[in-house]
């Protein structure tokens, strides 16, 4: 087979199997490990298949999201890991946005000593943490609620922050890979993320290493439209490789 056709019948093997292993795929296509290798390379570059440990399975397409509560039960030394370094870019008299999210609630007992900060958020849950600090200036955007998320989302939101200066906004991704960008299965929560891109002086997407090679039905931006990435260094090598290869500042951190 021409490596087409190849990379055509990995995919088929994959639809059947979901995950697959090098030595499995060499002896299934009675080809070197090499080929193999670099026909998960090119898949992977497509944003078709992701590379795990030993082998590889496809991407997989986010239908719906888990609840806040779900959510926050997650992943949860890797959140406090990128939610550090993240506060770490906080100056004082800065005015930041913090995207609905559990990673941003994680962030909200390292800013507390912030002098002067001003922060901008749809999450209800942060506002509920930060009324107790009345040093810090805090608004909330406002808009449609989803219960689900403990947020604002929607046209009304986005419509609020036409009319705000953020000198950084952190915002989140339910799912990311570097074909894709940024997506979600949730329409209403993209207008207001898109609007983000453009009124912050810089843009930081805080994500998960879990939800690389996901993808949900709308696209939110492509990673170049960011201008940090931060996520856990359990991001497999070649992903990483990818990114950094467009020039997306990519920053990755070690969870405790």
Request: a neutral charge; hydrophobic letters at 40%; charged letters at 25%.
């Given at each position: 087979?021409?490596?087409?056709?190849?990379?055509?019948?990995?995919?088929?093997?994959?639809?059947?199997?979901?995950?697959?292993?090098?030595?499995?795929?060499?002896?299934?296509?009675?080809?070197?490990?090499?080929?193999?290798?670099?026909?998960?390379?090119?898949?992977?570059?497509?944003?078709?298949?992701?590379?795990?440990?030993?082998?590889?399975?496809?991407?997989?397409?986010?239908?719906?999201?888990?609840?806040?509560?779900?959510?926050?039960?997650l992943e949860v030394?890797?959140?406090?890991?990128?939610?550090?370094?993240?506060?770490?870019?906080?100056?004082?008299?800065?005015?930041?946005?913090?995207?609905?999210?559990?990673?941003?609630?994680?962030?909200?007992?390292?800013?507390?000593?912030?002098?002067?900060?001003?922060v901008v958020?749809?999450?209800?849950?942060?506002?509920?943490?930060?009324?107790?600090?009345?040093?810090?200036?805090?608004?909330?955007?406002?808009?449609?609620?989803?219960?689900?998320?403990?947020?604002?989302?929607?046209?009304?939101?986005?419509?609020?922050?036409?009319?705000?200066?953020?000198?950084?906004?952190?915002?989140?991704?339910?799912?990311?890979?570097?074909?894709?960008?940024?997506?979600?299965?949730?329409?209403?929560?993209?207008?207001?993320?898109?609007?983000?891109?453009?009124?912050?002086?810089?843009?930081?997407?805080?994500?998960?290493?879990?939800?690389?090679?996901?993808?949900?039905?709308?696209?939110?931006?492509?990673?170049?439209?960011?201008?940090?990435?931060?996520?856990?260094?359990?991001?497999?090598?070649?992903?990483?490789?990818?990114?950094?290869?467009?020039?997306?500042?990519?920053?990755?951190?070690?969870?405790?």
């Amino acid at each position: 087979m021409i490596p087409d056709q190849r990379r055509e019948h990995i995919l088929k093997l994959l639809q059947e199997r979901h995950v697959l292993s090098i030595n499995e795929l060499t002896s299934m296509l009675s080809v070197s490990h090499m080929t193999v290798r670099r026909d998960i390379q090119a898949l992977e570059n497509d944003g078709r298949v992701l590379s795990v440990t030993g082998g590889v399975r496809l991407a997989a397409r986010l239908k719906s999201e888990p609840s806040y509560l779900a959510k926050a039960q997650l992943e949860v030394p890797a959140k406090r890991a990128i939610s550090k370094a993240a506060s770490e870019l906080v100056r004082e008299n800065f005015t930041i946005f913090l995207d609905a999210g559990t990673t941003a609630l994680q962030m909200v007992p390292m800013l507390t000593e912030k002098v002067g900060l001003t922060v901008v958020t749809n999450d209800f849950n942060v506002v509920g943490h930060l009324m107790e600090y009345p040093g810090i200036e805090l608004i909330h955007t406002g808009g449609v609620v989803s219960h689900a998320d403990h947020s604002s989302v929607g046209q009304f939101t986005a419509d609020f922050l036409r009319r705000v200066n953020v000198d950084l906004a952190f915002i989140a991704s339910s799912s990311w890979d570097v074909e894709r960008g940024s997506t979600t299965p949730s329409e209403q929560k993209v207008v207001a993320k898109q609007q983000l891109l453009r009124i912050a002086s810089k843009s930081v997407l805080t994500v998960d290493s879990t939800k690389y090679g996901k993808f949900g039905t709308f696209r939110v931006a492509n990673l170049e439209e960011f201008d940090l990435i931060i996520t856990d260094d359990r991001l497999s090598q070649s992903a990483a490789e990818a990114i950094q290869s467009r020039d997306i500042q990519l920053r990755t951190v070690s969870p405790e």
